[in-house]
């Protein structure tokens, strides 16, 4: 049977760095230790002025292809998941075939979902490569929310990082190694994290006062709006229906899964929903202090973590789950190979 299997991680993180000194020097009211203690993060990585999302995710891909010895003229597909492309159109996946090398034989395509993109781009390789398409997809994550970000926005600024992320995944013949794929999708919720005057509903130049405006920020207009205890609501509903899904679908039990690697949205969040789960600590990832939550980024740069610390080895099996704007979510079950 032609099977799909995640063969190797690897990520880019920008060069500035954003910390809680630099942020509770311009919000007095919350200082280092509230921030850090609220959402488990110290530090973030923005993106230079010049520095988009191809940049970020051609660096993450040609770090993979040089850890992993991959020729660049092997790669059969290209997919990025990324919500801050270069531009509306061309595709940014184009623009990275071009940067990357990679044969003009190949696929390239665009993804637009945030901290789901991940699990969403893994289920679309799996099935390019198990319908025998491609025999391979390099799966690519970058974002840059931070220029979406209005610096007088704390609640936001202290949450975002920006990254990049690069996976291939391959044909395996040793047996099923993705299973248990499950999807959800609520727009309704459209609304809890959304920058309101991008896109082309409400161009820049005629946009009505978004709800940012109405919060008193001084709005550039495109800032992001993120109603954080509806997310933390929504998340808190859909991620223990989802888990149970991904569980039954891939027929696991709970206590068989070595490692829970979820989206790292905030260590708040997490907390919350590892106890409301009964994951054990050493078995549930938090890995974000240093980075932030980095959008699609987070779940790939938390696995190739684990793999650089060695505590994700071949014959493991990982739960990834990916929330968020949307709002949509999804995960799976990984066997590690
Ligand atoms: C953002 C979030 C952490 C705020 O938590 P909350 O408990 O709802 O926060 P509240 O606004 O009620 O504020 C509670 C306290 O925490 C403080 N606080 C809130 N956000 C904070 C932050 N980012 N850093 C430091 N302190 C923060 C408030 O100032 C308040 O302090 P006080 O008790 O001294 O007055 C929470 O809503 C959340 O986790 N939402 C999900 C957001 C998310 O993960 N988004 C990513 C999308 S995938």
């Not at 092997?74 to 940067?99: G, H, M, R, V």
């Amino acid at each position: 049977m032609n099977s799909a299997k995640i063969s190797s991680v690897s990520y880019y993180l920008p060069e500035r760095i954003l910390s809680n000194s630099d942020i509770a020097e311009l919000f007095p009211e919350w200082s280092v230790e509230k921030i850090s203690a609220k959402t488990g993060i110290s530090t973030r990585h923005i993106a230079a002025t010049d520095e988009f999302a191809s940049d970020m995710a051609v660096n993450a891909a040609k770090k993979l292809f040089h850890e992993n010895k991959i020729d660049p003229n092997d790669i059969e597909y290209i997919i990025l998941s990324t919500q801050t492309p270069d531009y509306y159109l061309p595709s940014t996946a184009c623009i990275i075939q071009d940067k990357l090398g990679v044969p003009t034989s190949s696929g390239a395509t665009d993804i637009t979902l945030g901290c789901s993109g991940y699990v969403y781009a893994l289920g679309l390789a799996k099935g390019l490569v198990e319908s025998g398409q491609v025999s391979n997809v390099l799966v690519l994550t970058s974002d840059t929310y931070s220029k979406f970000i209005n610096e007088a926005d704390k609640s936001v600024r202290t949450i975002f990082g920006d990254a990049a992320t690069a996976t291939l995944v391959e044909l395996d013949a040793a047996g099923e190694s993705i299973s248990g794929i499950t999807y959800g999708t609520d727009g309704s919720g459209a609304k809890s994290l959304i920058v309101p005057n991008g896109g082309l509903r409400k161009g820049t130049a005629i946009s009505p006062r978004s709800e940012p405006m109405l919060r008193e920020l001084n709005s550039n207009g495109y800032d992001l709006y993120m109603d954080g205890p509806d997310i933390f609501n929504f998340t808190i509903k859909v991620v223990p229906e989802a888990l149970g899904k991904i569980l039954t679908k891939a027929d696991v039990r709970k206590d068989e899964i070595d490692l829970f690697v979820f989206h790292q949205a905030n260590a708040f969040m997490l907390d919350h929903l590892r106890k409301k789960l009964e994951i054990e600590d050493e078995k549930f990832i938090v890995s974000m202090s240093d980075i932030g939550n980095t959008v699609s980024s987070t779940i790939p740069i938390a696995l190739s973590k684990l793999v650089e610390e060695d505590k994700l080895k071949p014959g493991m099996t990982v739960l990834l789950l990916g929330f968020g704007v949307g709002l949509s979510w999804g995960g799976m079950v990984v066997k590690w190979r």
